[in-house]
């Protein structure tokens, strides 16, 4: 008999998502990772459980990273449960990516912050086509000023 209990069914669907699955506590130490997060960012989950966010936070946007992610901590509120986010991402061999992602505030029986999970994608391909045709239409764009001016 098929078992669609709430704790099978979620561990099938978060475990065997395709996109990046994971959860941070509040002070940002990663506490699950899944195995869409395995195959996007390089780190085994054995790699990434009990290491910082720091893991996939390039160096320059973690006080930034961290301004946030404690405010959302503090205050237990967050744009990023309804709008996505983007941000680039590190992985293990080094490589950089643009991701987007949705946060889910995850809280204690009296309500408290417990830690955040989140969903992320890599959205690297669309960023590049996005920023070539950006710079072709400038490209076009000063050829016609150039071709006014003559």
């Known amino acids: 008999m098929a078992d669609y209990s709430f704790d099978h069914l979620s561990r ?9 699955v994971l959860f941070s506590d509040r002070e940002g130490c990663i506490r699950f990772w899944n195995h869409g ?3 996007l960012f390089g780190f085994s989950r054995e790699d990434a459980i009990g290491q910082s966010l720091d893991i996939i936070i390039p160096d320059k946007m973690r006080e930034r990273h961290w301004d946030g992610y404690y405010r959302v901590m503090d205050t237990g509120e967050t744009r990023y449960a309804t709008e996505l986010l983007t941000a680039p991402a590190l992985c293990k061999d080094g490589r950089r990516l643009s991701t987007e992602f949705s946060m889910v505030l995850v809280r204690d029986a009296d309500g408290t912050v417990q ?3 989140a969903v992320i994608r890599d959205v690297t391909a669309r960023w590049e086509r996005e920023k070539a045709l950006k710079e072709r239409l400038a490209s076009l764009e000063a050829q016609a000023v150039q071709a006014k001016s003559e």
């Open 12 to 20: 099938e669907i978060i475990g065997g998502c395709s996109e990046a």
């Open 37 to 39: 997060a395995e195959k």
């Open 115 to 117: 830690g955040a999970a």
